[in-house]
């Protein structure tokens, strides 16, 4: 499950570093505003997979 969790998170990353260097290429605000979004779904994506993880790790030590 993580690596496919991780594999997903690089690919978004990935994602969103093609459509910042699309902006930069091309100037249409479109490309900056898609990469912004982007970001910022790997980012809440990534604090739940962590999230998660803390309370797996919470409960199972207990």
Same mark, same amino acid.
């Given at each position: 499950m993580f690596?496919?969790v991780r ?6 990353l +990935?994602a969103?570093?093609?459509? @910042?260097?699309?902006? &930069? ?9 898609l990469?912004?979004v982007?970001?910022?779904?790997? +980012?809440?994506?990534?604090?739940? @997979?962590f999230?998660v &993880? ?6 199972s030590?207990?």
């Open positions: 690596s496919v594999v997903l998170v690089m690919l978004l +990935v969103s570093a093609a459509c @910042f260097g699309l902006y &930069l290429f091309t100037r249409e605000p479109r490309w900056l505003r990469g912004l982007i970001t910022k779904w790997t +980012v809440i994506a990534g604090l739940v @997979f999230g &993880l803390i309370v797996e790790q919470s409960f030590g207990a």
